[in-house]
């Protein structure tokens, strides 16, 4: 499967885009939110999903791999193909889907042209679990500014602690102690785990 593709932006539309890679244009399918994300001709790194059916291979791109991942949980639902997911998040950010999802708000993922009722709860029922799992996977891609922050949860969720979990404590120990080590912070955060 084709993870991603480096290359320059050649053509840009707010429904797709055309990416050259070494003189291949690669014709990808985007949302609104991707397209809002895209920088004005230049090389750009996109995500993206190789959807093979027995009639075509298609394309869709992202800008985010949170996005792409949301992509991918809501067309594993029967009745979401990919043209519904990818109004979703056009209509909707990836943080607003998930919220959503998370939250069991039906009428904000009904109100996506396409998505009934019954087709709002099947989302929720079948993806609440899992979305929250999307959202951790984002907040560890997310660059941040402090990277003992970071190296001490990456640390901490190789010992087996959740990171929603880790992150308290951890913020905790650097809130009384800002000047701690990496070393020094997961063994206070250890102490109060």
Do not use: W
Request: proline letters at 3%; aromatic letters at 4%; a neutral charge.
């Amino acid at each position: 499967m084709i993870t991603h593709l480096s290359g320059k932006l050649v053509e840009k539309n707010p429904t797709y885009i055309i990416v050259e890679c070494n003189g291949v244009g690669y014709f990808l399918n985007i949302s609104l939110h991707t397209f809002s994300l895209l920088p004005e001709n230049e090389n750009i790194k996109v995500y993206t999903h190789l959807q093979v059916k027995e009639d075509s291979h298609t394309l869709f791109g992202f800008m985010e791999k949170t996005e792409r991942e949301i992509f991918l949980l809501l067309i594993s639902v029967s009745g979401i193909g990919p043209s519904i997911a990818r109004t979703m998040l056009s209509s909707l950010n990836p943080v607003q889907v998930r919220d959503a999802i998370a939250g069991g708000d039906v009428a904000k993922i009904q109100a996506v042209k396409g998505i009934g009722t019954k087709t709002a709860q099947r989302v929720i029922v079948e993806l609440k679990d899992k979305i929250l799992k999307v959202h951790d996977m984002g907040e560890v891609s997310l660059p941040s500014n402090n990277t003992t922050k970071e190296e001490a949860l990456s640390a901490l969720e190789v010992l087996g602690f959740t990171r929603r979990l880790s992150e308290k404590v951890v913020d905790r120990v650097l809130s009384q102690d800002s000047s701690l080590s990496v070393e020094e912070t997961i063994k206070q955060a250890l102490k109060n785990l």
